[in-house]
């Protein structure tokens, strides 16, 4: 039988537009496939915020911030934890994707024209020892764009290529096995569903028209994970997360499904760490959603209140922006699935940004005037719909107010205003003090030593029941799923392997059906920046490796 292509790739997110592109700049024929219209082109990484983690980067440099590979890597394997045999790959990855993000990685984004916010952000700060989780450092470098900024150099690459007659692209196309000829994978087989016209993230219809069935010397699966899908994430939820929540919301459209990654495993590849995970504990409902429970993260700087469900404050180090694992392991042990955030009108104009490319237009319009004006008075106009339309919103002049507001919220009186009254003017004694024991407010008081921080992420340190400083404002949290940190195995080429360690011969991975590399290169926690950081890297090794492989 006849070849339809030198390589076949699975899933037109980041991480398969970055192989294709590798793969046509060396010449070889790619068939580039997805379930989703053209209009899906990017996946996920299109609706990002566009951070990518760099190490000692000219942004930092900039901005005062001393960083090494070594203290990468001390912070990375500190957050990761890796204990498990099944850490071999993901450790190598780890050690490869950190030469990579503080060496060419900059440069070589560069000089396809990304470019970046000069201000670099301070994600994940840990709060523990120095050799625990967390960036000791701010590295969350955010691209100027976001997503779509940082999707479209290798959508444009990929486009050259199918002006070249290298590329072809079958959107549609939804693959349901993966079968061998002389014990090398290549043949793919699938359904062909029937048009859509929907736009970017609304479900489309799974109405299927036909099959399809074809060949090439090598497939790449870069198919994304489980996030879109609650039941697969709620099988594989760890004991040591406590019971998953029944409602969750979904960081991801629901076409985020893990079924590839199933296919994958029933050809034989090795799925490990498959309950490694990465969901948030801002999330809030949109108020004018694009899919079915859309969810979108709140990114806060460090001075809201963080109170369980009951109104008492989350313990130390669990302050907002700290530690994402750590905070869910504790909220699940409450009885009670939501927290909340109190803060002010002066907090949440400084503090708060949303996660999400659509929920940043100035960054996404690359517009420096609408930038600029984030330093005016007022709150960024999505957070200001927010606060006016969002679900879990309350805005009060007077704390009593608030909690009636808190209280109805949840159609249960679980906030008791005298003891939060108490716990308010514990803190606020504190804030006026440089010298303080609370150390969210030793936190406040440090992260205002970071230039970046004190000019655009965190609000002067004031007290919550200042009249001057409000409204108070209360947010009610929910967790949201995001990023699977398990995958498929691969060894450093992005080969899938099998359960006994050997290489299943035509199949590659890359992006986070491989857990962004080897099967869980983050371990068990993440640094952030690295999920789109790792697409870009995975899709770029692989597709070089299957370029040398089928030259």
Not at 30 to 50: K, M, T, Y
Not at 429 to 457: C, M, S, W
Not at 533 to 549: D, T
Request: proline fraction near 5%; glycine fraction near 14%; hydrophobic fraction near 40%.
């Amino acid at each position: 039988m006849a070849l339809d292509a030198d390589v076949i790739v699975i899933g037109a997110g980041l991480a398969g537009l970055v192989a294709t592109a590798e793969l046509a700049d060396a010449g070889r024929s790619v068939i580039l496939l997805d379930q989703e219209p053209a209009a899906s082109l990017g996946g996920q990484a299109h609706w990002s915020f566009g951070g990518l983690f760099l190490v000692d980067s000219p942004e930092q440099r900039r901005m005062r911030i001393r960083d090494s590979r070594e203290l990468a890597r001390q912070d990375w394997f500190g957050t990761a934890g890796f204990d498990r045999a099944e850490d071999h790959w993901p450790r190598q990855w780890a050690e490869a994707y950190l030469d990579f993000a503080a060496g060419e990685k900059r440069a070589w984004l560069h000089a396809q024209g990304v470019r970046f916010f000069p201000v670099v952000g301070w994600a994940e700060r840990g709060g523990l020892l120095a050799s625990g989780p967390g960036n000791s450092v701010p590295r969350f470098h955010i691209t100027w764009g976001t997503g779509p900024g940082l999707v479209a150099p290798f959508a444009r690459r990929v486009r050259t290529g199918i002006a070249k007659g290298l590329v072809r692209t079958l959107f549609r196309h939804r693959v349901t096995e993966l079968a061998q000829s002389a014990g090398v994978t290549d043949t793919v087989r699938g359904e062909v569903l029937a048009p859509s016209t929907v736009p970017r993230g609304v479900a489309s219809s799974r109405v299927v028209a036909g099959s399809f069935d074809l060949r090439a010397q090598a497939v790449v699966v870069a198919s994304g994970g489980i996030g879109g899908n609650h039941e697969l994430v709620r099988k594989a939820w760890p004991a040591r997360l406590g019971t998953p929540p029944a409602k969750l919301l979904s960081g991801v459209p629901a076409h985020v499904d893990g079924l590839m990654q199933q296919v994958a495993v029933a050809a034989g590849g090795h799925l490990v760490n498959g309950d490694r995970m990465w969901h948030y504990t801002e999330g809030i409902e949109n108020w004018n959603p694009i899919w079915a429970k859309h969810g979108i993260r709140i990114l806060p700087g460090p001075s809201s209140l963080w109170l369980d469900a009951r109104g008492n404050r989350l313990p130390v180090p669990l302050f907002p922006g700290f530690d994402t694992l750590g905070t869910l392991q504790h909220i699940m042990g409450t009885g009670y699935e939501h927290t909340w955030f109190v803060l002010t009108q002066k907090i949440i104009e400084k503090e708060f940004a949303l996660s999400g490319s659509e929920q940043n237009p100035d960054l996404t319009g690359r517009s420096l005037r609408q930038v600029l004006g984030r330093a005016l008075p007022g709150a960024p106009g999505p957070v200001e719909a927010f606060k006016r339309y969002g679900a879990d919103f309350v805005v009060a002049d007077r704390l009593g107010e608030l909690v009636r507001g808190m209280n109805r919220k949840t159609g249960e009186a679980l906030i008791e205003e005298a003891a939060l009254r108490r716990e308010i003017e514990a803190r606020d004694r504190e804030i006026a003090n440089p010298f303080a024991k609370d150390l969210q407010v030793t936190a406040i008081h440090g992260a205002r030593r970071y230039l970046g921080d004190r000019l655009v992420r965190t609000a002067a340190p004031h007290r919550l029941l200042d009249p001057g400083a409000g409204p108070l404002i209360a947010v009610r949290l929910h967790v949201l799923t995001r990023k699977s940190l398990g995958g498929l195995e691969t060894d450093l080429s992005g080969r899938v392997l099998r359960p006994d360690g050997t290489v299943l011969e035509g199949v590659y991975a890359a992006g986070e059906v491989a857990g962004f590399g080897g099967g869980g290169v983050h371990g068990y926690r993440s640094l952030e920046g690295t999920f789109l950081g790792g697409c870009l890297f995975g899709g770029r090794a692989v597709g070089r490796a299957a370029a040398a492989a089928t030259g």
